[in-house]
């Protein structure tokens, strides 16, 4: 593995992220979290992550946490993901696929507004 | 589970729900001994004997007990399926270490999938672990391939800036699945 090559285009990278992040105000700490128990594993909670992971990517979003969380208890409901935007009560989301994730990420992450149709009535 | 690389990720969820602080992954495809083995080794709490017998039984693992289970007998049936096993050792508060070998060439050989998207998974939303990924290849002829990849230098250089800031996220897919693609076997798919 090209190490000191790879680590020398880091310190570039990191660079160019504190730069934008300078220049971008956030709105608000926005969280995002997808389940991964063995359930959400098995039901394509890891497409459903690396579908969020690509949007943030692609999209130039910056200041998202994406994290993970166990079982939460609605297995038949996999995968879960939940998004948290600054102090408005945190949303859950079921049976969010690949596409279901890049709409949430869309629609609620990046303009407010929840997708209804997959929000789970806690 | 329909794929190796997705048992891999459950397998390092139980570490990290274990409270470990160094987790490493290790897979090997070893075409010339036709045996593909993967380790993940934890300094996580572990578990007694009693408790280690017990997470290998399909049967010990209901609801209650979830977050020791399930996964582990799920990982051992794929493995027997191809002609292979699992084992696992474990000392209680000494960490623990799961190893799964498969016959590389059987036919009911789960595919190892996506082992780059576990990866990345595995490195975003665990921030607080060290990391050590490692994929080994040996071809037919002996040729031995790998990537190795370590999170201790990716996390200083990082410093406070996020793992999921877009150019970083990029960079890091970009590291992971170019190494794995770079050392994967061309009989592999």
Known sequence: MPAIKSLEELKRVREEALQ????????GNVQVI??????????GAR????????????????????TQTGCIGMCEQEPIMQVVIGDQPKVVYGKVNAEVAEQIMKQHVQNGIPVKDYVLPL | MREIALH???????????????????????????????????????????????????????????KVGLGIPLLKLAAEMSEGGLSLVSEAGKGAKIEAHFRHSHIDRMPLGD???????????????????DYRTTDKNGNVDNFEFDDTELKKELGEVSITEPEILKFVRGLIEEGIRASALQTTV
């Open chain 1, 47 to 66: 497409d459903t992550m690396k579908s969020v992971l690509s949007f943030i990517e692609s999209n130039s979003l910056s200041g998202i946490t994406v």
């Open chain 1, 34 to 43: 997808v389940a991964m128990g063995t359930c959400g594993i098995a039901a």
């Open chain 2, 8 to 66: 891999l990720m459950d397998i390092a969820e139980n570490s990290v729900a274990a409270e470990a602080r160094n987790v490493s992954i290790e897979v090997h495809e070893n075409l010339q001994s036709d045996l593909l083995k993967v380790i993940v080794t934890d300094d996580g709490r572990g578990m007694d004997e009693e408790t280690a017998k017990q997470v290998l039984d399909p049967f010990y693992t209901t609801r209650t007990t979830r």
């Open chain 2, 115 to 133: 082992l780059a998207s576990t990866f990345l998974a595995l490195l975003v939303s665990h921030p607080k672990i060290h990391w050590v990924f």
């Open chain 1, 20 to 27: 934008k992040k300078k220049m971008k105000a956030t709105p």
